[in-house]
């Protein structure tokens, strides 16, 4: 794809070759994320940071990516702050932010609510979650991290086996990985959840047409083991009409050491997309995995910080630039 000006609106839009570009990119960017190095790059271009969904990680590093090239962030985290609230047209919002802003992130409740949006605005739109529907930027730093842990492991992404677990259903996170796996040879699936949470039909048909070998079980010991990732969800409630619903299936997939330890090969890799949800009666991944070694969900979050500041450069035509300003950091930092 060219990525020059475009929007990210989903993974259907990325071949292997793309990919590639966007893991490259980031790799470039490490001494800058870890704080060994500054860049200015982005000086004076503005990030419009739009979440009308609760958000920690994902609003965050998208700011702070765009912070760490020099760029500036502003943010609107609620609908009911915006003149969407009285009434606003989302092609209006869309026409007046792009007017203030360089490039826009956006997260709204609705399954292609960002696309709409992006077709209206004069500035490149990233999709940071559509409803139900995807996430593409989780997708790419999930790869990210599956491929380093893999590689860590002398393994690659070809012929990756996975299980994912949880809300398969609601989970967008889950959506765009099962498109973002789908171009890589040999992968096998196993889809790990309660019947009513299974992955949409649409899905299965599109991973079976790419040649994904699936497995499913509602059988979680069974769908964990012969496994290199575990990619553990939590239940998606805020998806759910019936509160009551939800409550029978908070719990049924949860992770803890003894299961691991019991089921899966000894260096198989946990992640999760997060937040997990660890009230009791959930706890799909519970804390007694906080100092197990092949816990990734930390090193998830920190490649989601190189993932996005890799589209950043990417889109805004910079990636080539990154070094023409760069500094040393005159402040103490741990970090690499």
């Not at 197990?292 to 889109?315: C, E, H, K, V, W």
């Not at 035509?317 to 500094?327: E, F, L, P, R, Y």
Request: with cysteine; glycine share 6%; charged share 25%.
């Amino acid at each position: 794809m060219e990525f020059l000006g475009s929007n990210i609106i989903s993974i259907n839009q990325f071949e292997k070759d793309d990919i590639e570009s966007i893991f490259k990119t980031a790799d470039s960017l490490i001494p800058f994320a870890n704080r060994s190095k500054l860049t200015k790059v982005l000086d004076g271009a503005i990030l419009s940071n739009m979440f009308f969904e609760p958000s920690t990680r994902t609003r965050i590093s998208f700011g702070s990516a765009f912070n760490i090239l020099g760029g500036s962030v502003r943010e609107t985290t609620e609908m009911g702050s915006t003149s969407l609230k009285k009434g606003e047209s989302l092609y209006d919002t869309s026409r007046v932010l792009s007017g203030y802003s360089d490039i826009i992130v956006m997260r709204h409740p609705i399954a292609g609510s960002v696309e709409e949006f992006a077709e209206a605005s004069r500035v490149p739109v990233i999709n940071a979650g559509d409803g139900d529907n995807e996430h593409p930027s989780q997708a790419l730093l999930d790869l990210y991290t599956i491929k380093k842990e893999l590689e860590s492991r002398g393994k690659t992404i070809e012929n990756a086996r996975v299980a994912l677990i949880g809300d398969l259903k609601y989970g967008r996170a889950v959506h765009s990985l099962c498109k973002i796996l789908s171009l890589y040879n040999n992968i096998s699936l196993n889809l790990v959840s309660p019947e009513k949470l299974k992955l949409p039909s649409s899905s299965i048909k599109e991973l079976k047409v790419s040649s994904v070998a699936l497995k499913e079980t509602d059988n979680i010991q069974e769908g964990i083991s012969d496994v290199d990732i575990l990619y553990v969800t939590r239940i998606q409630e805020e998806r759910f009409n019936d509160a009551e619903e939800v409550k029978k299936y908070k719990g049924l997939m949860s992770l803890n050491e003894e299961i691991y330890t019991k089921n899966c090969e000894p260096n198989t890799v946990i992640m999760h997309p997060l937040p997990r949800d660890s009230r009791n009666d959930a706890n799909e991944l519970d804390s007694d995995l906080n100092q197990n070694p092949n816990l990734a969900i930390y090193r998830q979050t920190d490649n989601g910080l190189l993932i996005r500041m890799s589209l950043f450069t990417l889109i805004l035509g910079v990636s080539d630039q990154i070094n023409d300003s760069a500094s040393d950091v005159n402040w103490y930092s741990n970090k690499s």
